[in-house]
């Protein structure tokens, strides 16, 4: 039983920086989008509920399929993101290039999507509305209407979280 409760103990103090980076990257990520992009929270909290979905904040991950980052970014969306970085002396890998990136990418290659999350409306449907329209035309996952309706009902729960 002590063996048990050691290994336990051990676990929980591996996985607690995990925990915490995951909740430190979300909040970093949220001032990022009400901040420097100067969105609503209805419409950072879109974005949130689908970098959550993603990659669980962490920027470094990457998928099977090759697939990277914040915003899980795959072919020349990929290259896009590395050869924007080396460009402007970021890592791509880190959460200041990604972030950076995105807002470049959301402006140049995905207006009507930016120009959707400037206008919702800063309340708990608004938010549904970012995550759902952001994942829909912006993430495009295989799942697409599914997982819009998802991230719209967990952007909703981020609103609640943030929304003060």
């Known amino acids: 039983m002590k063996k048990l409760l050691c290994l336990l103990l051990v676990l929980c103090i591996i996985l607690q920086p995990e925990v915490n980076y995951a909740a430190s990257n979300e909040r ?20 949130l509920a689908n970098i959550k979905r993603e990659c669980d ?8 399929t090759g697939h990277f980052g914040l915003c899980q970014w795959g072919g020349v969306r ?46 708990s449907y608004g938010a549904y509305q970012a995550g759902y329209y952001f994942c829909y035309y912006y993430e495009i996952p295989g799942s697409r209407k599914t ?18």
């Open 28 to 47: 970093i990520i949220y001032n990022y989008l009400t901040k420097t992009m100067d969105l609503k929270p209805s419409a950072a909290c879109g974005i």
């Open 57 to 64: 904040f962490n920027p470094k991950i990457q998928n099977r």
């Open 78 to 123: 990929k290259q896009r993101l590395i050869r924007y970085c080396k460009k402007r002396g970021y890592n791509y890998r880190s959460l200041k290039g990604q972030l950076n990136y995105l807002r470049f990418e959301l402006k140049n290659y995905y207006p009507k999507v930016y120009n959707r999350l400037k206008t919702v409306k800063n309340n």
């Open 147 to 164: 997982s819009s309706i998802s991230r719209g009902n967990l952007a909703k729960k981020y609103f609640s979280k943030y929304a003060y």
